[in-house]
């Protein structure tokens, strides 16, 4: 029986962050109907609910049920119960989130840095100063800490905690968890940014473990994700998803990593700038964008090349990954409703008749909050897989 | 008591097929051997063993173990106790065979169709008397049927047993496993022909449900499949690795299916052979390949930018899936070691850093067997997911 246990153990685990789920997005909701809408037995639904309770993560609260009007125990999530720290560290900023069990944030901070400071060991620093601030002007009360989650640019070893490459951030093998294991005394867990962004923003949107969302990033890279079920797909390496430097064209530009033809050469705002500043003085990706407003038929050309780029890339990550959603992200995507619109009629010209129509395309929800709220994630699913005793 | 039970079966279910494997791949066995390997208890372990000796899948074997000297209860398995019939169909070709629990053909047959045959009516006559003359000519004695699996190029519900989409057969939304039943009264499930070629690959080479492989086929057409841990990744409506129109150009050339620049029109063997009789009638692969090998530079240029896209494509899927094994497929490269050296050179100067040294790229070991092996394969993963009493 002492052996069962650990079966029973890893049945659970997979169950636990499922019914956790269901009761956030569907409370207050009854025993029956969880296991009902799970696909769970009622046994091993009522099981978890028992675990969920006794670790202060569920309650009941006794009310009439809305369908039948008969008196039923429902379940409630206090949301407050617990706290995740998100962390978002980019190339010239690091933003600390406070983020409840509902996926909200409850307080933030954040500050730039200079190059200078960029290395591990100074942003380490930075972090747990934002930490700090954090909790000291924001006192958790009742609430319990459980972690904290890092999001970051490039490959990332989560199993080590460590930044194995990182072009944005120039690092390599860098032991960030380490770093600020040290500083804050809390575990820490950390992954490639997009990876959270899309479990963040998968987890906005659904209930349950089907459902397989895709995200792709264009802005100062490029990258996607894949979150099969509520779980990141990682591949062998952690490295899945890396589209930046996958080949668009084998004679095409050259890319910064020495390849020729990567497909960040094609669409991010720093290609499409330096094109850009061939013809006249541009700043930023706004202004590009107001001459071609202003009827610049160069300015439309860069933008309009990139948008078939953009559209090309979806269409690939469609046909590889057959996902039901795609998450379309990225800073001038997601400020300008026109671009998105400009990506979508191309996008539409290039799908396979037999891909039409079997996925969705939709904007980040979360925007610049998805990292923080995404790392949180993160820690709440690896605490569940621990063990249900969450806090620390 | 008896709803805990749900949830053991479901356990059970999932480490089936890895116990089986194990057994399969390391016989004799112990089981304690067998836990150790599977990072499962000993009691669930037990449990599966005494479920497939149940069945008849398993048998015990009273021996001495290897290592300590001290006698043992050993597990082996009676390779030939269940059959399952494999069935390949391609454009004008039906090939069948019977295939053991140890993924053998122990006996096939095919037969060559002319395209007014080539209706899903017909083929099913064709495949069902196939199953017959075989059967005929092999009586099964003591083994027994499981059930019958197809693979076919195209898209496949698998769930309904219809083809989609199959633009090599000429067939759109034909309910092939139905017919197929009509004929064979056995159950009958189908696939797509990369997806069950890349399960019946991955299984023949590893032992475990741990690993990430992908399969890229380069040929009459071209596509890709992905086994996670020897399950097939399937996506939302099983389209996933439907690469053949991923987009390389979107000025490129017209392919069939209306879109421009679609990477089946850069790397087929039909695109070669139309560029290649712009210059002289070639009629077909191997006779391109004589005349590079004479010194004909044109026919050179047309290999060396095929395996440049080639080296292309399969850079691109280790980006999206970042598996540890890439199996490459196709008739023209696995009859030619030095198309296959071609590939692997290009493809080195193609690899992002980071990537690597974290993949090996293989030829198919079991080549035009494949796709019946695989097929026959699906039909045992079904039955074990279905519960295991798999005679019919």
């Given at each position: 029986m002492l052996l069962e246990k650990h079966d029973r153990e890893l049945m659970k685990k997979n169950n636990r962050m499922l019914v956790f789920d269901m009761i956030l997005k569907c409370?207050?909701?009854s025993r029956a109907e969880i296991a009902k809408k799970t696909g769970m037995s009622a046994a091993s639904a009522g099981r978890i609910v028992a675990d969920l309770i006794e670790f202060g993560l569920v309650k009941e609260t006794e009310q009439y049920s809305s369908g039948v009007g008969r008196k039923a125990t429902m379940l409630d999530i206090d949301v407050d119960a617990f706290i995740a720290i998100g962390i978002h560290v980019d190339r010239n900023v690091v933003k600390v989130g406070l983020v409840n069990l509902d996926g909200q944030i409850i307080a933030e901070e954040k500050r730039h840095m200079r190059k200078e400071e960029s290395g591990p060991s100074a942003v380490a620093d930075h972090a747990a100063d934002l930490v700090r601030r954090l909790l000291a002007r924001h006192p958790l009360g009742s609430s319990k800490l459980i972690g904290v989650g890092v999001g970051l640019p490039g490959i990332m070893n989560t199993a080590e905690g460590?930044?194995?490459?990182?072009a944005q951030l120039e690092?390599?093998?860098?032991r960030f968890a380490k770093e600020l294991e040290a500083r804050l005394h809390l575990p820490v867990v950390l992954d490639n940014d997009l990876k959270v962004k899309a479990l963040a923003e998968s987890a906005a949107r659904s209930?349950?473990?089907e459902g397989t969302t895709a995200l792709v990033s264009i802005g100062s890279g490029v990258g996607s994700a894949l979150i099969i079920g509520q779980q990141i797909y990682r591949g062998a390496n952690n490295?899945?998803?890396?589209?930046?430097?996958?080949?668009?064209?084998?004679?095409?530009r050259l890319c910064e990593c020495g390849?020729?033809?990567?497909l960040q050469t094609y669409i991010t705002d720093l290609a499409m700038l330096q094109e850009a500043n061939q013809v006249k003085p541009v700043s930023d990706m706004n202004e590009l964008l107001e001459m071609m407003r202003s009827g610049e038929h160069w300015a439309r050309n860069i933008i309009e090349r990139a948008c078939t780029y953009a559209a090309v890339t979806i269409n690939n990550v469609v046909c590889v990954y057959n996902p039901d959603t795609i998450i379309l992200t990225g800073e001038f995507i997601e400020d300008h409703a026109g671009i998105f619109e400009m990506i979508q009629q191309k996008l539409a010209e290039l799908v396979w008749g037999p891909f039409g129509g079997t996925f969705q395309v939709v904007r980040s929800?979360?925007?610049?909050k998805s990292v923080m709220i995404g790392a949180a994630r993160l820690v709440l699913q690896q605490r569940f897989d621990q063990g249900l005793d969450i806090s620390i």
């Open positions: 409370r207050p909701i460590t930044v194995v490459f990182s690092w390599r093998n860098a209930i349950g473990t490295f899945a998803g890396e589209i930046g430097h996958s080949t668009v064209d084998p004679n095409g390849k020729r033809g990567c929800q979360l925007r610049d």
